[in-house]
């Protein structure tokens, strides 16, 4: 045999009332009779918590903080942004390099070369400054 409950049992499915302050149960839905919860004392849960009344001093900072804004953070340059910066050069040399490099063997494949080393570079650009404004 089970032990005796705390509290009203839904009519329907025999469960502990879930949510007090609900006219109906959570498990089946069963809308409760009018006089299920009497008798019944709710829940400690919802009743309420005295607490103690802050000081003064301490209210009156609090209310200053509402209306005062704080020191305003500066955005500090984005890491991303740093690295576009710095990888943008180091490439256009690599492919100014590349480029110089395949002119002497062949000259039409130099030019395919410089187009996706510009192509490369404005995706580069692109994307970092996407990045940055984020």
């Not at 006219?23 to 919860?37: I, N, Q, R, S």
């Amino acid at each position: 045999m089970s032990a005796p409950t705390a509290g009203p049992l839904c009519p329907r499915c025999r469960r502990k009332l879930a949510a007090w302050k609900l006219d109906h149960c959570v498990y089946c839905g069963e809308t409760f009779p009018a006089d299920l919860k009497e008798g019944f004392e709710a829940p400690t849960g919802l009743q309420w918590v005295e607490r103690p009344a802050l000081p003064t001093d301490l209210s009156k900072k609090l209310e200053l903080m509402k209306v005062v804004p704080l020191e305003t953070r500066r955005k500090s340059r984005s890491v991303v942004a740093v690295v576009g910066v710095l990888s943008v050069p180091i490439f256009a040399g690599i492919f100014y390099l590349l480029y110089t490099m395949i002119r002497r063997l062949s000259p039409g494949t130099s030019l395919l070369v410089l187009a996706g080393g510009a192509g490369f570079l404005a995706y580069l650009v692109w994307i970092f400054a996407r990045a940055a404004k984020k």
